[in-house]
């Protein structure tokens, strides 16, 4: 697979470690009521679809930028790659 | 039937026009006591022993394709109860004496072999994790042995030991482990499941549960609706695709295996035998390919293909074991898709549906536990409560913090 990395180009996924589903971004709120069951949510239970996945990307062997991979489970087409820190800017958050 | 040596010769004798299909292509029926999703070996296997030890009839399987298709004709055919925590070793090591009398039980010759499964040591601290897995598996009533160089060396005398990076210091020994032919297993399962009455429905996709009042009242599949008044997902690979037909998430992410085989060559490898210094195991087939495989590639993936960084990755593996096997060409790859679970082992347990079970999350671990898997399921299906070895394999573990993390890698699927 090749990720097409938006600063630095087409790049080997080998180069790459993969977390997880991009869901992981969103970190409950501690002082949460129910904080307790969200963070038991966030830890352990995924979607896990068959089809379109984003998906956090951790540039290792390169940049060392967290991205954010939209892909295909069932092709493994890559269709948009965004930096981590973008997204998480759009939906709010600090950094 | 029944299959013997005189039913072979006797069928030579005349031509083989006695054979019949070992079992039937029933349509489905309008409702069953029990349906199980998934014709599998697991599935297959609880339809066999809910036929069998819980006396139960109207039973039917449903499989999507065609049975065995999945990951019990995709595995590296291995069998073993090395394991080391107690959630996991009675469970392992039942599975592995139902391996011991499986062919006798299901007049099926499923090339059930025991020769062996030596685990490489490398390092000081791997041979006391080893010690201390070997006890584990002995007070659980399997057996284990602790080999040292020269007695890896008697077995294997073409292994690189003196490597300078993984010098071989011994090994784990399971005597009593092996290898079966993974198909036959299948086969073998559904005939006998067959024979005891159970409809095995082919080419039949469950699409949608049927529930009422939080209780289920059937399945719809790509054949109609069926009625069950107890439904059995036994569909790893597929677990989270299935049970959110009934809306639930599941601690289990689907990743791409790949295993490999080679051309065929003379009698090398006398059992199987595994890397201690990264994740590779190997076997020879009675056919002489070299049966073997690696790691996970790492992603999410429903592909049933893997990528080449894995492929590279395991061959390094292999090179590093046996210099010897440099020309070797491989023959064939292929992949299939795990369950992995949040903590690496799998899931038996009712669900919060009444009437609706699961039987996922397996893993790496999904066809030495066939039997058992098929054993336990049948128990928790026929009187509502885990069986005695699988206690350990509940649902809200994640909730409880009781989860059985073998490896000890966390909430992290790739990395188990």
């Known amino acids: ?95 | 039937m029944r299959y013997s040596g005189f039913r072979v010769i006797k069928e030579a004798l005349t031509g083989h026009r006695g054979w019949g299909p070992a079992w039937r292509d029933p349509d489905p029926k309008p409702d069953y006591d029990y349906v199980i999703i998934g014709g599998g070996g697991h599935g297959l296997a609880t339809a066999y022993y809910l036929a069998k030890e819980y006396k139960q009839a109207r039973i039917a399987v449903l499989e999507k394709s065609w049975i065995g298709g999945g990951n019990v004709g995709r595995n590296t055919t291995i069998v073993r109860s090395n394991y080391l925590l107690d959630g996991n070793e009675p469970f392992y090591e039942f599975s592995l004496k139902l391996w011991e009398g499986l062919e006798q039980d299901l007049n099926y010759n499923a090339m059930m072999s025991q020769r062996g499964i030596i685990n490489l040591m490398h390092s000081d601290a791997q041979r006391d994790a080893y010690i201390r897995r070997g006890n584990a598996m002995i007070l659980n009533g399997a057996d284990a042995q602790l080999l040292d160089q020269k007695q890896v060396l008697e077995k294997y005398p073409f292994l690189n030991v003196k490597n300078a990076r993984f010098p071989v210091m011994g090994g784990l020994l399971q005597a009593r482990a092996g290898t079966a032919r993974h198909d036959a297993v299948a086969w073998g399962y559904a005939r006998a499941a067959d024979q005891r009455g159970v409809d095995i429905i082919q080419n039949c996709e469950v699409t949608g549960f049927r529930i009422e009042g939080g209780k289920i009242l059937g399945v719809e599949t790509s054949r109609g609706y069926i009625g069950a008044k107890k439904v059995g997902a036994c569909v790893a690979g597929s677990s989270s695709k299935v049970m959110a037909y009934a809306g639930m998430r599941l601690p289990i992410e689907s990743h791409v295996l790949q295993a490999f085989v080679s051309e065929g060559l003379k009698p090398v490898l006398p059992g199987v035998i595994t890397f201690g210094a990264g994740h590779f195991y190997c076997s020879q087939s009675d056919k002489g390919g070299l049966v073997f495989g690696g790691n996970i590639d790492g992603y999410n993936s429903y592909a049933q293909r893997g990528n080449l960084p894995m492929v590279e990755d395991v061959m390094e593996e292999a090179i590093a074991m046996f210099p010897m096997l440099g020309r070797a060409r491989l023959l064939r790859s292929w992949g299939g898709i795990m369950d992995m679970s949040m903590d690496g082992t799998p899931i038996i347990d009712k669900t919060h549906i009444d009437g609706l079970y699961f039987n996922g999350g397996w893993c790496y671990g999904g066809f030495k536990a066939t039997p058992a898997s098929g054993f336990v399921y049948a128990h928790l299906l026929a009187t509502d409560t885990p069986h005695h070895t699988a206690t350990a394999f509940r649902l809200d573990r994640f909730h409880t913090g009781h989860m059985v993390d073998e490896k000890g890698m966390g909430n992290q699927p790739n990395l188990h």
Not at chain 1, 46 to 74: C, I
């Open chain 1, 1 to 95: 697979m090749i990720i097409n990395h938006p600063l630095l180009g087409p790049r080997d996924s080998s180069e790459f470690v993969y977390l997880g589903d991009a869901c992981l971004i969103n970190r409950p709120d501690w002082q949460a009521d129910d904080a307790l069951d969200q963070f038991i949510e966030y830890g352990h239970t995924r979607d896990n679809p068959a089809g379109l996945h984003r998906e956090l990307w951790y540039h290792e062997q390169g940049d060392r930028s967290w991205l954010v991979v939209t892909r295909n489970t069932v092709t493994h087409e890559i269709t948009q790659v965004e930096l981590a820190r973008d997204v998480a800017r759009a939906e709010g958050r600090s950094k």
